[in-house]
DNA sequence: TAAAATTAAATTGCACGCAACAGAATGTGA
DNA sequence: TCACATTCTGTTGCGTGCAATTTAATTTTA
């Protein structure tokens, strides 16, 4: 019998393994990145610059969903790795200009067999896995979309 | 035309979106829980004592996903604020028993819209959220039982 | 063009989240 | 029963994550 409390129920509340899941998929990569001396936000700013090699701290704030007051200290830590410079851009002097370098391309070598390793750990069929991904997607962009 | 290093893109890792996610939807839940003067994970501890009334701590711990590192500290506040009791257990004393107050339980009331409010942020149909959730659920079991 | 508004990043303060460790209570086996 | 292992909670240290504020650079506007 339903009552009036249900709504309230852990269970009924998409939040919940959301929140779950995501806690313990990166609990999952620890052993993986430790191994590369990334934890996991560092990890996804690394994958992004793997990618474009350059990007100011506005866009990854807003690729990764991240604020400043995370990245902003991340950064000064990545930089100190060597595996990222800091610098103002010259068009504008606002704008941080975060550029990967020689030693953080060379990483990405050591990076690629994490994702192998990740995709063991969850027990999704290929189908699964995409419709999985494209309701992420869809939620997200609900959400940021209506800000 | 797939590359060595595409696995390693940011859009092809289901941890991306997941964690982008749950992000999102807890900062969607904070006007709401600031009205209940909550943060998201005090809330979830309310969600489990709301529906058992009491419980110790480790299996909170278990249920929420949750270190006791995280918890421990947590508890406290809200026992701060009058709505649960911490004592520790008579067969064990090691055990911590966390009773949820009058005061507690009178909050369910106010709480009770935030559900609905936080449905309208999700657009999904019922047959979409249904999926999600089981996804979810599954992914979950495989990584909590293997470990 | 000088003042006001806007934009971008950095800083501060608070709340998680977890590993590693500490310490007390309980269980176990010789 | 007494040493030893186990179980459970609590603490510390580090790394996010975000709101709010500050500072500096740029743009807008009067």
């Known amino acids: 019998m339903p009552d009036l409390y249900d709504p309230l129920k852990l269970d009924n509340q998409i ?4 929140y779950a899941c995501s806690k313990e998929i990166v609990n999952r990569y620890r052993p993986y990145l430790d191994e590369l001396d990334l934890t996991y936000t ?8 793997w990618e474009k090699r350059e990007i100011n701290c506005r866009e990854l704030c807003r690729r990764l969903y991240l604020d400043t007051g995370t990245l902003s200290p991340l950064l000064k830590k990545l930089e100190c790795k060597g595996y990222i410079t800091r610098n103002r851009s010259e068009n504008d002097e606002r704008n941080l ?3 990967i370098t020689e030693e953080g391309m060379a990483l990405r070598d050591k990076a690629v067999d994490v994702p192998k390793n990740m995709a063991c750990c969850v027990d999704l069929t290929k189908e699964e896995a995409a419709t999985l991904y494209s309701l992420l997607y869809k939620v997200l962009s609900g959400l940021t979309g209506q800000k």
Chains 1, 2 share one sequence.
């Open 15 to 18: 939040c919940f393994p959301l």
């Open 42 to 49: 560092q990890y996804i700013v690394m994958m992004v610059l």
């Open 97 to 99: 200009v975060v550029s």
